[in-house]
């Protein structure tokens, strides 16, 4: 395989990653209560708190709590996840057999 197409590749499987890990995060947020999703989701594209209170009628406070709410309940799912993704290092060695 000529070296000049390895760049081309190497993008594609990037992007296809970072496709897999878009959906996955969809995932993640459509298993939460609606507030939570709310709150995580525009956390997540970088509203402060008093933007996302503002947009959503609520408190500071109660959107501080909903946004620990939500950390909490996917804080598991994404340690799992962790676990199971290849080291970089070892493309046959996940993270958990690395403990």
Known sequence: MPNDLLPDQAERCL????????????????????????????????LSMSEIAAELRKTESTIRQNLKLARDRL???VDEYDRSRPCPS????????NR
Do not use: C, I, K, Y
């Not at 890990?21 to 997540?44: I, K, N, Y």
């Not at 070892?90 to 057999?97: D, F, G, I, V």
């Open 90 to 97: 070892r493309a046959h060695t996940t993270r958990e057999n």
């Open 15 to 46: 992007e296809l990653d970072l496709m897999v890990d878009e959906q996955w995060v969809e995932e993640l947020l459509e298993s939460l209560p609606p507030t939570q999703r709310a709150v995580l989701g525009r956390f997540l594209h970088g």
């Open 75 to 77: 804080r598991p799912l």
